[in-house]
């Protein structure tokens, strides 16, 4: 059975505002059901991984600051409308930021806490040294970060269905669109099967219900359950050096859904099935259910992109994918496509050198990274 993502909390706790907290958000990547998931109550798989974003949060005496290395410059996405340009700022951490800062300190003020100064300093792991983004959901992973270090700073004692909750409302109200299983993910840790929430229930509700009551709440169709890979699975990751942005391709689905309502409709009940079964492969500790699934996924979003004209699996990551296949893996683009990282779930008594060789042969970067598991 999935667990509902609903917790009572008692009423406000007395504290001190703490001088100096920091809190840390893995980022995520997904396995399974890709594009299906922004649509309320369709299911996904999405794992954390073990990079992080770190947010540091110190009572200040005259003003406040927020400062990141990272984020000095940033990518800045426009178009025209007319004679205008008009900007999106969903690539931009900044606007994740502060509206993370918003929501937890309305908040905080509901639960009778005092508002303070402080300097915010964000740190990410996310992406490489020299600049390099891999697509591990940067801006879900900085919004519970920020949630999570405020919750400490403003001793609020949130539970993680109340993070998960506040972090998907002020990531909603930047992107506009998504499935906020990337906030799962870095709320909960580990492999998470995820059903997204009514996201129309949640616009009507945030009008009726304060803050904290919405908090308390149980949220229309949201789901999920924690679960635990067969000890013979392995992951591995590839980046073809080429970041994608999510939310332009999610908003050209949406057009596509509109245009091609059947073949959408017929998208999405395959989906569900496919997740489902993979699910009950988790449950059932089988590599073989596990891999089944991921390549009929794989074969779904593929159907997507013919009928929706949008490129989902490029060229690279085709090449990531026809290589591991070579090699006994079940492989596909992870998250929105169009770049970004491809993810191989292969047998894990196999040698995976081979198979890495050929990847860099194919200027694939292998990824060193690990599931992220959080107490």
């Avoid at 990141?68 to 205008?84: A, D, L, T, V």
């Avoid at 359950?225 to 073809?240: A, D, M, Q």
């Avoid at 970041?243 to 391709?249: F, H």
Wanted: glycine content about 8%; proline content about 3%; overall charge negative.
């Amino acid at each position: 059975m999935y667990t509902e993502v609903s917790e009572m909390v008692s009423g406000p706790v007395e504290g001190v505002v703490t001088q100096v907290v920091t809190a840390k958000a893995p980022g995520k990547l997904y396995i399974a059901g890709e594009y299906a998931v922004v649509e309320t109550g369709y299911p996904a798989i999405v794992v954390a991984m073990n990079q992080f974003v770190t947010v540091t949060v110190e009572k200040a005496a005259e003003y406040g600051s927020i400062l990141s290395k990272q984020y000095q410059e940033n990518s800045i996405y426009w178009r025209r409308e007319g004679g205008n340009l008009v900007f999106d700022n969903r690539d931009n951490p900044f606007h994740y930021i502060l509206s993370a800062i918003r929501l937890t300190e309305e908040y905080a003020t509901q639960c009778g806490k005092e508002l303070g100064l402080y300097k915010l300093a964000v740190d990410s792991d996310l992406d490489s040294i020299d600049g390099k983004k891999y697509g591990l959901g940067s801006s879900a992973a900085v919004t519970v970060a920020t949630v999570k270090a405020l919750n400490e700073f403003y001793d609020l004692q949130m539970s993680a269905p109340q993070l998960y909750k506040l972090a998907a409302i002020a990531h909603l109200e930047v992107q506009g669109n998504g499935s906020l299983g990337d906030i799962a993910a870095s709320v909960y840790g580990g492999w998470i099967a995820y059903r997204s929430f009514d996201k129309d229930w949640l616009a009507l509700a945030r009008k009726q219900y304060s803050l904290s009551e919405l908090l308390t709440m149980d949220w229309p169709r949201l789901q999920i359950e924690l679960l635990t890979p067969p000890s013979n699975l392995r992951l591995l990751v590839g980046w073809t050096g080429s970041p994608a942005s999510t939310s332009q391709l999610v908003d050209k689905i949406a057009l596509a859904k509109a245009q091609k309502h059947e073949e959408y409709a017929q998208f999405l009940a395959d989906s569900e099935q496919t997740i489902e079964n993979l699910i009950a492969g988790f449950r059932a500790q089988s590599l073989e259910i596990i891999q089944k699934g991921i390549n009929e996924n794989r074969r779904l979003l593929a159907r997507l992109a013919d009928f929706s004209g949008v490129q989902i699996e490029t060229k690279p990551l085709k090449r990531l994918r026809q290589i591991a296949d070579s090699f006994g893996g079940a492989a596909k683009f992870s998250g929105a496509g169009g770049g970004d990282c491809g993810i191989v779930i292969i047998d894990r008594a196999k040698s995976v050198t081979p198979l890495l060789q050929q990847w860099r042969q194919a200027a694939i970067e292998p990824l060193d990274l690990r599931v992220h598991e959080i107490d």
